[in-house]
């Protein structure tokens, strides 16, 4: 019997029980317990019927995916489910938690499957790039019909028991202890003779589906581009609905064996671990006590504070919006109501849900309200003076042991700690915009920022739904430091002869959601131009380039606002090139003497991709990164990279970091200094032949 999962007998029912903390994962010592446990219980003439139950705080949450691409050992998970599958006795999984992937497959192939009502399923292999690779494809259409298993399959999203046991996934909730639940289930079993029912036995009727089913599903998933195992997904349900269930295996094992090697599921199953090691902080103790936070207030309730106020009425924090005026607070929190109504027009959210999160949001227009709160966030106006001033009134107010954090996206946070008494309690809190929708939350670490405090806002990110990744200070910190290095060569581009819509078009195909030109025109150029007329010394510009931004916007062009900006947009806001700003373009490449040449696809990569890339490589050796997978995270949660490329820096492995290193050496010999700096650790790792996943190799 292995520790894994031991079994035993209560009267006539056999019991297996999977012990593999964290989340029972079939790793190879659970799948030889199971499999020694139905075959001993199998062979076992008192015992009528089996339950296969877990401890801990989940049923099987999947294959274990740190196993993958090792050398497989003990039973692989088909054997395991066969010999569930074909034992003489029915076989009951009884499920809490999250029975996914690998672990509701497993409770496929038992006969009989029961849950607590709290309980999900699910079969997210999308999500890491794979297909459900042990029968999941051949037995969830048996059940519950080849459209909706397609769906559930591609989506890939858990579902709550009631609605698995409406699906058919279930049958029965158990109310009250599970064990003793399935037990009594089980024992109904026998009581009634009911047969060892084997999913894969029951016939899918092809007639249901309606005419042309794959083919209108395949229009649907050009929107998942790049992806390539949802096509796959596709492949194995037609062969499902068409071929005996074990030639539908085999479709299915060829298709996950080919996704497995794929280059875009070792991306999506890197960043699954990543996501995880960036709430790791290496100098910070794992069980450091944490601070409280039962009380918010957010100053400025403009677009980014209004944001980031919803965040914590999500998650059930009161928080106190302060603003200067009345109009402005008022303006603020009718924006709030009004996000909050768009999603329940939606159907997300129900009225009542709306009114609970409303009833979180206090405004108020005097600091003497929020004395007593836990954690301040200042989302005011970038400007240094004024963040200054708030501070110190912060500073006067706030009871000790408050966390006082800025949103700011630029400026040195350590100088707006300096101000204040306790700058061990300052901290940066840079969310990205829409600060209510997007995941990422950058924690800016001031030099003086107290570990208790950022191990507390870590916990805060994850209580309110964001990705927090810890940045050391500086200009931009880490996705905007190296946004601005994508950016200016893409500017530089147009001086010398690319337009627009051809870079735009190379970094979309890349696999980026849009393009740095219509991305600006989406923002609005008048932004960045105020910002960079306001702040000479944070946006330093090249004086060898024209910032073409800034005279679109002498032109009253300002983007998408105005129908007009690096392209023209008619009403159904559809970017379209400009040929009066090709020609603005041109006109200034003739004005400063550049001769426009063709630009290559390929060097639109390497400009702007491996301009960011060595820029990371820069950022880990200064210390303002931690580790590569937080430069990824970064860019997949914050700008759109895409997860099937796994991030910059894992990108840049794939390519091979001498490629990249070469590039920006070409670029840096052409182009000086000033934009393509020198990393010592792009330049070790090339020479070494590593990649960043082995960056501590060499510093
Ligand atoms: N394998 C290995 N480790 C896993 C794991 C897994 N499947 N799932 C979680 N962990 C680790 C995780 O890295 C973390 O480790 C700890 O458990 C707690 O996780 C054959 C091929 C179950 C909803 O995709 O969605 O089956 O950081 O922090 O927030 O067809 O984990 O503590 O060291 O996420 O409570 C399909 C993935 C696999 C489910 C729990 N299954 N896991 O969330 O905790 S492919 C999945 C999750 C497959 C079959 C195919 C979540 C969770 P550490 P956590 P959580």
């Not at 860019?635 to 091979?656: C, H, L, V």
């Amino acid at each position: 019997m292995s520790v894994a999962a031991r079994w035993e007998k209560q009267g006539d029912i056999g019991i297996i029980t999977v012990d593999s903390p964290p989340v029972n994962a079939l790793s190879a010592p659970v799948r030889q317990g199971i499999f020694d446990g139905v075959k001993a219980l199998d062979a076992d003439p008192e015992v009528k019927a089996i339950v296969l139950i877990c401890d801990g705080r989940t049923f099987i949450a999947g294959a274990d995916i740190t196993e993958f691409g090792k050398p497989p050992k003990g039973p692989d998970l088909r054997s395991v489910q066969e010999t569930m599958e074909n034992a003489s006795k029915p076989i009951v999984a009884a499920i809490h938690g999250t029975a996914l992937g690998g672990g509701l497959e497993t409770a496929l192939a038992a006969h009989y499957r029961v849950a607590v009502p709290s309980a999900k399923v699910g079969l997210p292999e999308v999500k890491l790039g794979l297909l459900p690779g042990a029968g999941g494809t051949q037995r969830l259409p048996r059940l519950i019909g080849p459209e909706r298993a397609l769906k559930v399959i591609v989506d890939g999203n858990p579902i709550p028991a009631p609605e698995a046991k409406d699906l058919d996934i279930l049958d029965a909730i158990i109310d009250g202890d599970l064990k003793q639940g399935a037990i009594a289930f089980a024992q109904d079993l026998v009581a009634k003779g009911a047969p060892a029912r084997r999913v894969r036995d029951i016939p899918i009727d092809a007639s249901s589906l309606p005419a042309n089913f794959f083919a209108d599903f395949r229009k649907g998933l050009a929107k998942m581009r790049g992806f390539p195992a949802p096509e796959k997904i596709v492949q194995c349900i037609e062969a499902a609905v068409a071929l005996p269930f074990d030639e539908g295996m085999r479709i299915e094992r060829e298709g996950i064996t080919e996704l497995m090697a794929s280059t875009e599921s070792k991306a999506m199953r890197y960043m699954f671990f990543a996501e995880r090691e960036v709430a790791k902080i290496p100098d910070v103790p794992k069980d450091i006590a944490l601070r409280p936070i039962n009380t918010a207030a957010v100053l400025g309730a403009g677009t980014m504070g209004g944001g980031i106020a919803m965040n914590f009425a999500n998650a059930g924090i009161p928080v106190t919006v302060i603003e200067a005026t009345q109009e402005a607070l008022d303006r603020g929190l009718g924006i709030i109501e009004k996000n909050y109504r768009n999603t329940q027009a939606k159907g997300r959210l129900t009225a009542e849900e709306v009114d609970k999160r409303l009833g979180l949001i206090t405004g108020s227009l005097s600091y003497d309200d929020i004395a007593g709160v836990d954690i301040v966030i200042e989302a005011i106006f970038e400007n240094m003076e004024v963040k200054k001033e708030v501070f110190r009134k912060l500073d006067a107010i706030l009871k000790p042991g408050a966390i006082l954090a800025s949103n700011t996206s630029y400026l040195d946070l350590n100088e707006i700690a300096d101000v204040t008494k306790r700058p061990e309690d300052v901290i940066g809190l840079h969310f990205f915009s829409p600060a209510n929708v997007m995941r990422l939350l950058e924690i800016v670490r001031g030099a003086k920022t107290a570990k208790d405090v950022l191990a507390t806002c870590m916990a805060l990110a994850k209580t309110i739904g964001k990705i927090g990744v810890v940045a050391g200070v500086c200009h931009g910190f880490i996705g905007n430091r190296m946004l601005s290095r994508y950016s200016a060569e893409a500017n530089k581009m147009l001086l010398e002869g690319a337009t627009p819509h051809q870079i735009d078009t190379v970094l979309y195909n890349f696999g980026m959601p849009m393009g740095p030109f219509q991305m600006t025109d989406l923002a609005g150029l008048d932004v960045g131009a105020r910002a960079r007329s306001e702040f000479p010394d944070l946006f330093p510009i090249d004086p060898a380039f024209p910032v073409f931004a800034d005279i679109l916007v002498a032109q009253g062009r300002y983007g998408q606002k105005t129908k007009a900006g690096f392209y023209k947009y008619g009403d159904d806001r559809k970017a379209q090139p400009d040929p009066d700003v090709e020609a603005i373009i041109a006109a200034e490449s003739e004005k400063r003497g550049v001769e426009r040449r063709v630009i290559s696809d390929e060097e639109i990569i390497e400009r702007c991709i491996y301009a960011a890339i060595n820029e990371g490589a820069r950022e880990l050796e200064e210390g303002i990164a931690l580790r590569p997978c937080d430069i990824d995270i970064i860019w997949i949660n914050g700008y759109g990279f895409p997860s099937y490329r796994g991030g910059p820096m894992f990108y840049a492995d794939t390519i091979g970091v001498d490629k990249v290193h070469a590039a920006v050496e070409k670029y840096r010999q052409k182009y000086g200094e000033r934009g393509w700096k020198y990393s010592s650790l792009l330049e070790k790792l090339a020479r070494a032949g590593k990649g960043f996943a082995d960056w501590k190799d060499v510093v």
